[in-house]
């Protein structure tokens, strides 16, 4: 009696943005019929059996009444999520004798099954396919929907099934002749929070100070707190600090292109977007919504999906303070680990943090704060919803004051976006060209070290710093700070160092005192 063939085909679980493959065998054996699945699958993955089940009446397939036993190798390894479907499905229609098991060789499928049989978008099919590029693979099957994002990856055949019954024909199965021939589903595009366009830092009117402590912020890297009245322009600014950042290199476009494929926000229809993301969340957002969480694998949070780029939390009192403490690690390490029952997720958060904050609760205490209705012990538990611990990691503090009458009426506007950015790209250059060797870009991921060392012992930089540190005007982390903007300043003034100059002003920009 001849054995009954294995049907294998490969698929791809992530954990985090780590890729993994994993090996699809299916047996069918002449028992009581049942559907048995296999190798750690969450909840979701295991409904595939009723999906593949529906999608197989649908196409004019019959389901083999027999044991089906379904393994996904390495066993050990928790698989999650609808991704299988389209794979354990075709390796069903192997197992059952439909397609000859040589077709599949070589190739991997990720896609979800609908019960009529098309195939539905997923998330994740980039890092998927690049993991199934790195290992070799030369082909990948995934739904119509998610063609555009798996072809950004080069070198691979990216084939886009719209059913399963048409797959099953271009495998050489003999299917009826009306079955599974579905019209394609054309489906709206998943909203994206990464498409921002923020317009020109013309727009602003006035606001000289706070346009250079964004000018600064862009040069450096630098986390930036503006505080001032409702409507003097913070959002404004924030918003036009994108603008001012260089274009993405291909490496990091990819990364943040990989994080917003798992979180399912990628808009792949216009290829990579080398414009720095820009994450704007409400204030009424949970912590796993900040850093990320969810149930099963954890899914990637605002921080994340703002690596590379800019994380504005606007109206930052209103947040919630366990949300606001949740930041402190991602702005000192630069990534996100997060542990739940399912497993452990790390995703990268590199981002510049911008906070916006009212002077009070009402808004109003500005000047001389005679319209403000708050008491004192209203303004100041608002205003202390933002640490110390958390502030002490802000690099540049600056007051944004209200537009008078006279600023408008004088009809004149600063600097746009395209003088200010080309002076922030030379800056980043100089700072490329010193921190590099050093495996450093920016002076804000410099260590406090590094910039304490390159003072001298004696010198006036020193004594200030000194002095400051004795007075309680700074910490330790302060004072590593303040340096890492003077030398932004000297960056952006074409010199070599920074001067005693370039320190007060850094001083002035952090705690509004010049020493």
Same mark, same amino acid.
């Given at each position: 009696?001849?054995? *009954? ?5 490969? /698929?791809?679980?992530? &954990?985090?943005? #780590? ?35 529906? /999608?197989? =009446? ?8 027999? !044991? ?5 190798? *390495? ?11 389209? $794979?354990?499905?075709? =390796?069903?229609?192997? =197992? ?15 896609? #979800? ?10 998330? $994740? ?8 590029? !790195? ?13 555009? #994002?798996?072809? &950004? ?26 079955? $599974? ?43 930036? @707190?503006?505080?001032?009245?409702? +409507? ?9 600090? *994108?603008?001012?950042?260089?274009? &993405? ?42 850093? $990320? ?6 899914? *990637? ?40 029952? %399912? ?40 205003? /202390? ?19 008078? +009458? ?20 030379? =800056? ?10 050093? +495996? ?42 303040? @340096? ?5 300043? %000297?960056? @952006? ?23």
């Amino acid at each position: 009696m001849s054995r *009954p063939p294995v049907g294998r085909t490969r /698929a791809v679980t992530l &954990l985090g943005l #780590e890729g993994h493959l994993v090996d699809i065998e299916v047996l069918s054996v002449a028992n009581v019929p049942a559907f048995v699945l296999v190798g750690l699958p969450d909840a979701a993955l295991g409904e595939s059996r009723d999906r593949i089940r529906a /999608a197989f =009446a649908s196409t004019g397939i019959d389901w083999p009444n027999k !044991r089906v036993t379904v393994n996904l190798s *390495p066993a050990a390894l928790p698989k999650s999520g609808s991704a299988f479907d389209l $794979g354990i499905a075709v =390796a069903v229609l192997v =197992a059952c004798g439909h397609i000859a098991p040589s077709a599949l060789e070589g190739s991997v499928h990720l896609g #979800e099954l609908g019960l009529d049989g098309r195939t539905r978008p997923v998330r $994740g099919v980039l890092p998927s396919v690049l993991c199934a590029a !790195r290992a070799g693979v030369t082909r990948v099957v995934v739904p119509t929907a998610n063609a555009a #994002e798996a072809q &950004l990856v080069s070198g691979i055949e990216v084939v886009a099934t719209p059913s399963l019954g048409d797959l099953a024909r271009s495998y050489g199965a003999r299917l009826p002749e009306s079955a $599974g021939r579905t019209p394609p589903v054309t489906l709206p595009p998943t909203p994206s929070t990464t498409t921002h366009d923020g317009g020109d830092l013309a727009d602003v009117i006035g606001q000289p100070q706070a346009r250079a402590a964004v000018e600064i912020a862009a040069a450096g890297g630098h986390h930036l @707190l503006m505080s001032g009245p409702p +409507g003097a322009g913070k959002t404004m600014l924030a918003s036009r600090l *994108p603008g001012l950042l260089p274009p &993405l290199t291909a490496e990091e476009a990819v990364e943040v292109a990989t994080i917003h494929s798992v979180a399912g926000t990628l808009q792949a229809s216009d290829g990579l977007s080398m414009r720095a993301p820009f994450e704007a969340p409400h204030h009424t957002a949970t912590p796993a919504a900040i850093i $990320g969480g969810g149930n099963g694998i954890p899914r *990637p949070g605002a921080v994340s999906r703002a690596h590379h780029g800019v994380l504005f939390l606007d109206e930052a009192p209103e947040f919630s303070p366990r949300v606001l403490q949740t930041l402190r690690q991602p702005l000192e390490t630069g990534c996100v680990t997060i542990h739940r029952t %399912a497993g452990t997720a790390s995703y990268p958060a590199r981002f510049q943090m911008v906070l916006a904050a009212n002077p009070c609760p009402c808004g109003r205490a500005y000047g001389k704060g005679v319209r403000c209705t708050c008491t004192p012990m209203a303004r100041r538990r608002y205003y /202390a919803r933002l640490s110390g611990p958390l502030l002490d990691r802000v690099d540049l503090h600056v007051e944004v004051e209200a537009v008078h +009458g006279v600023t408008v009426g004088d009809g004149s506007c600063g600097e746009p976006s395209e003088v200010v950015a080309a002076r922030v790209a030379e =800056a980043r250059r100089a700072q490329r060209e010193r921190l590099e060797p050093f +495996g450093w870009t920016l002076n804000a991921q410099v260590p406090g070290a590094w910039v304490r060392s390159r003072i001298e012992q004696g010198s006036p930089i020193k004594s200030l710093l000194t002095q400051a540190l004795d007075r309680g005007v700074l910490t330790m982390r302060g004072v590593d700070r303040v @340096l890492r903007v003077a030398w932004t300043l %000297a960056d @952006l003034a074409g010199r070599e160092g920074p001067t005693m100059e370039d320190v007060d002003a850094a001083m002035a920009l952090r705690t509004g005192l010049a020493l």
